[in-house]
């Protein structure tokens, strides 16, 4: 039986892209379940952009994670203790575990992964925020429509390969944007896309202007930065800008905002942002429609797995904003990840 419960608390608030001292590694005896509580063995963490945002103090969508308190995580595992009747031992589930070994829940917010559908992994990715991030995002805000033309960014990346993936579902002509020939071979040649532009080269605004001379109507937007600037140049009537994030800008000090809003005016344009929670009473028929796709070869799920503990979970971090990654960044909990 596990005995100790290593964990990755927040040490400091970063300035700029995080940093070693800006963590502490701490170990706990394993928890045992209260009445109504099960524990979980959690064999894979969710690796986010947005765990940036949340060591900050301020404002969010949710409140900073505290200085001393557990990294904020995603992950799956299995259940190995159960004071639950919802929740048995054996069970793969979904929650905000934290970056440690072991969590303890009641079940709130828990999800049974069903894994005749995909392996468990995917419910990080394609059939998880990941995957219900791109489909909100692009089917409600973006309101895309047979025929549009859609520009992705992050195009390379978990939610921004899948948002493409979908659009090109809806009948959509798709170019991404991602940082490099071999990330740009991956969107067209394994995700579908119809095109894909490296932003590593120089001239970004005119190549996509040439690509896109009706303009481009919807924008799935996940880096922010001089990208959105340059896209917004080449907004169709009517566009829709999606802001899904702006990775470009999380470890920035001071954060550059879009220049060229003006086009929205000329275009009758929007841009709005928006938050995956705001759909959670919906994630069920998503996920079914995602599931669907997944199942039938028309979705395709990558994966970037970082194989370590809990104390690579710092390093594995700013591999986001290396871009490291293609497709959803995971980092598996050595045994956990094999069992
Ligand atoms: N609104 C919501 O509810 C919601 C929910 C989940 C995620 N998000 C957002 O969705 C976006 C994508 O998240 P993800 O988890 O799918 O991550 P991801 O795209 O898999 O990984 C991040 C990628 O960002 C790119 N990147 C890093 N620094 C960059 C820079 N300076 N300029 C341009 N690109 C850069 C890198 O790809 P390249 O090599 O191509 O540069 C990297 O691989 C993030 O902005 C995240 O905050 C929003």
Redesign the pocket.
Known sequence: MPQTNRQVRLAARPSGLPRPADWEFTTEPAPSPAAGEFVTRISHVSI???MRGWMNAGFSYVPPVEIGAVMRAGGIGRVTASENDEFAVGDYVYGTFGVQEYAVSDGRGVLKLDLSLADPTAYLGVLG??GL?AYF?LLETGRVKEGDTVVV????????SVAGQIAKIKGCRVIGI???PE?CRLVTEEFGFDACID?RMPHLRRTLREMTPDGVDVYFD??G?E?LDDVLTCIARGARVVI?????QYNETQVRGPANYMMLLVQRATMT?????DFARRYPEAMAELAGWYQAGRLKSQQTIVQGGVEDFPETLLK??E???T???ILALGDAADS
């Not at 899904?244 to 470009?248: E, K, L, N, T």
């Not at 942002?273 to 929670?277: E, K, N």
């Open positions: 986010d952009p947005a925020m990941t991030t995002g960014s992050g195009a390379a990346g978990a939610t921004g991602a940082g490099g990330k932003y996940n880096v930065g990208i899904c994030g702006a990775v470009s942002g928006f938050l995956v929670f986001l904003f871009g490291v990654n497709g959803k960044l």
